[in-house]
């Protein structure tokens, strides 16, 4: 009889033992992520905002992390390129996505067959910064205000005023498509690899109007050399007070805030997921880095992660709807 009883006491230590290292596994593996360099995906041209605020984070994570953290720029397609390669890389915290309103939001209204979900294939870890579009003219244009510039436009229909934007389905792309079609004035799209890239040509005057963030802005604003007509915020920018907003100009479809936020592969461990915001939201809740974003226009604009996904869902719903309403679909 004491075999049995033998067999059947080392069955049961050995399931306790299998019971106690399976208990202990999750904790101990999320405690070594991470232990390799984290890279960021940035979807849109280096020296673009996301590019500059994936920077700004993963400097501060690094260093509370204790890995390189390296930002890889993948542009294209309004940040569809960068996005659907973060949605098909390994999920396990290694490979994320500084993703903006164009690659969760606004792509959803512009392509009909989009090669990833930005919902199904992500979670949102957290929002970085968000800020206003600005449309401004180079100082040769005869136009002060915005009206004035409706009315430029207006009278010469057979030589369109070119804008420029940073690339197809951009931020810049769509407010210029909103304005040409809600004030009903001729407008020719003059995109470019990237909204850096405008500068060569806006600076000298060879295109008259470009509409882009405040932070890529706000420099060239204050040298003089770009007069601001209108902002797409909510509420006037404290850094440019006198600026009025679209919506006060009568044009509310142009009322956009861009959004920049970090993004994980679908599937990643929460454990993964909470150690990463958590070193984010750290980052972020220094005073040194909201004053260097708002000295640009721009501001820290952080959320957990539930939070953050609840926007997403509400940014894709309002893009699809417009994309049909505007026919930019394609």
């Known amino acids: 009889m004491a075999r049995p009883y033998r067999r059947l006491f080392h069955a049961r230590r050995q399931a306790l033992w299998l019971a106690l290292t399976a208990t202990l596994a999750l904790p101990v593996w999320s405690q070594s992520f991470p232990n390799q360099p984290i890279r960021i995906i940035n979807p849109s041209a280096p020296g673009a905002a996301s ?33 659907e390669f973060v ?49 401004v003219v180079h100082p040769q244009v005869k136009a002060r205000t915005f009206a004035e510039f409706v009315a430029l436009a207006k009278s010469r229909p057979n030589e369109p005023l070119p804008f420029a934007s940073g690339g197809q389905g951009t931020t810049m792309h769509i ?28 600076l000298p005057g060879r295109v008259d109007s470009f509409f882009a963030g405040s932070a890529l802005l706000k420099p060239h604003i204050d040298s003089g050399a770009l007069r601001p007509l209108a902002v797409s915020s909510s509420r006037r ?36 997921i909470e150690t990463l915001a958590r070193a984010a939201r750290q980052v972020l809740s220094d005073p040194a880095l909201d004053q260097a974003f708002r000295s640009e226009g721009s501001m820290v604009d952080t959320s957990t992660p539930a939070e953050f996904a609840a ?10 709807q417009l994309g049909v309403e505007l026919n930019l679909a394609n």
């Open 237 to 272: 920018l404290d850094s440019l007070p006198n600026v009025p907003t679209m919506r006060e100009l009568g044009f509310p479809r142009a009322e956009m805030r861009i959004w920049i936020g970090l993004f994980a592969p679908a599937n990643t461990p929460p454990a993964v």
């Open 175 to 202: 407010l210029g498509e909103i304005i040409k079609r809600d004030a009903a004035i001729p407008y020719t799209h003059v995109p470019y690899p990237g909204s850096p890239k405008v500068f060569g040509d806006l």
């Open 311 to 320: 926007e997403v869902q509400s940014e894709v719903a309002k893009w699809k």
């Open 51 to 83: 590019d500059i605020s994936a920077r700004r984070l993963a400097e501060g994570m690094s260093k509370i992390l204790n890995v390189p953290i390296n930002v890889e720029s993948k542009p294209g397609a309004g940040g569809a390129i960068g996005a």
């Open 87 to 135: 949605a098909r890389a390994p999920a396990d915290g290694y490979t994320l996505l500084a993703g903006t309103i164009n690659t969760h939001g606004i792509n959803s209204g512009l392509y009909k067959n989009l090669r990833y979900d930005p919902v199904k294939d992500f979670i949102p870890i957290t929002k970085i910064n968000s800020f206003a579009n600005v449309l």
